[in-house]
């Protein structure tokens, strides 16, 4: 019984420290859509692995699935150009 209390013990232990050394700037990207006017025009807005996801309308009012690799990247404004994620490049 008691073998069986401390095997219990020791796995809920480690079981919270693999789960509370996980990443947290993979936890805080899932979290955060990254600013922009982008989020002006586009919706289903989300984050994985660095890739910004999102449907973003076009000029005539249609939303288009599109992404943006490694969108930390971008130094300057994430846009909506038509329909896809662009970096503009302007702050």
């Known amino acids: 019984m008691k073998n069986t209390l401390v095997a219990l013990i020791l796995g809920a232990l480690s079981l919270s420290t693999v789960m509370s050394s996980s990443d947290p700037a ?6 955060r859509e990254p600013r922009g006017s982008y989020r002006k025009t586009c919706k289903d807005i989300r984050t994985e ?14 939303y288009h699935r599109t992404r943006m ?3 930390r990247r971008c130094p300057g404004d994430i846009e909506n150009d038509n329909g896809h994620l662009r970096c503009s490049g302007r702050h």
């Open 69 to 71: 690799i490694d969108y």
């Open 26 to 31: 993979q936890a805080q990207d899932r979290d």
């Open 49 to 62: 692995r660095g890739t910004l996801y999102a449907r973003c309308k076009d000029r005539r009012g249609n």
